[in-house]
């Protein structure tokens, strides 16, 4: 995701170790990730949407014996005809409300799809709006298998599933593509552009500081100064953040925090950090 060692001594080690702190914008990645996806089963699912006003009904062709029924095609030059065959399927509309449109929307009869695609913007949102850290992380664990558990043995499950089959939210094709693809453009500029103005150069002896977009580097002397992480919020930094974490530098003479949210490989970069601090404290 990001060249966080950007050089090296002799001994193939780093000499300074460079963190970037990345928005929350970053955890975003399942929602437009799962979007693509939707809209490629939608594309090729092969079912067009048709759009028709109140009061229309599907009817079912059914020509008298020896006869055949005609429709005028609607869009198609020199208002060309169209036999009609026993067993096809018509809309009708009434006469005050028309004409429609040929169907052309691309979309899936499949709700599931749509479904699926809220549920994981829902998620997305109160994970990463509602932090869960260290004990409560494991309470809201512990709770959602108590309760599945619960549910299980009181015979729920079957009445909710019922329920949920009833839901039916359908998105076109182009609308999963649009909502997909600028989320994606927002979450690229976000992660690798702005995000890179938000960073932490670490060396044996010293560490440059950008705490905001803009602002001037601070430079602050490696002595008496720690590390750690502070306690992880299961749901965001490991289920969708691919081993992130918020990293804490503190000076310990003055107390001062130099917070960075959001660092992704975090457990491996404070590693290297006191690798680079220890080789210092060997050469002096």
């Known amino acids: 995701m990001s060249n966080d060692v950007s050089a090296t001594n002799e001994a193939g080690r ?26 490629i089963l939608t594309f090729f699912s092969g079912d067009r949407l ?3 006003p109140d009061g229309s009904v599907a ?11 005609y429709a005028t095609v609607v869009g198609e030059a020199n208002s060309a005809k169209k036999q009609l065959e026993e067993g096809q399927y ?42 869960l850290r260290g004990v409560w ?33 359908y998105i076109n094709a182009a609308g999963y593509f649009l909502i997909s693809g600028i989320l994606f453009a927002i979450w690229a500029i976000s992660v690798f552009v702005f995000d890179r103005r938000t960073y932490v150069i670490v060396t044996s002896g010293q560490i ?10 601070t430079v602050y002397d490696t002595t008496g100064m720690t590390f ?18 918020d990293l804490i530098i503190q000076k310990s003479a003055t107390h001062q925090e130099i917070d960075m949210p959001n660092v992704l490989f ?19």
């Open 14 to 39: 780093p000499r300074q170790i460079v963190i970037y702190s990345h928005s929350a914008l970053f955890y975003w990645w399942p929602v437009w990730a799962v979007g693509f996806i939707m809209g």
């Open 90 to 131: 018509i809309v009708i509309v009434p006469p005050d409300k028309g004409p429609i449109e040929t169907p052309h929307l691309r979309i899936s009869r499949n709700k599931n799809l749509g479904v699926v695609f809220t549920v994981i913007l829902l998620i997305v949102i109160v994970v990463t709006n509602v932090p």
């Open 266 to 284: 975090i457990g491996s970069k404070i590693k290297q950090i006191e690798r680079l601090i220890k080789e210092k404290q060997i050469v002096t």
């Open 59 to 69: 009817a079912r062709v059914d020509p008298r014996e020896g006869q055949h029924s």
């Open 50 to 52: 048709a759009i028709v």
């Open 208 to 217: 440059r500081a950008c705490q905001a977009i803009g602002a001037g580097e």
């Open 228 to 245: 750690h992480k502070r306690a992880d919020d299961l749901f965001r930094h490991w289920i969708i953040g691919l081993g992130s974490g």
């Open 137 to 169: 992380s494991l309470v809201v664990i512990l709770l959602i298998i108590l309760l599945t558990v619960i549910f299980a043995l009181a015979g729920w499950w079957g009445a909710i599933m019922d329920t949920v089959r009833l839901l039916q939210i």
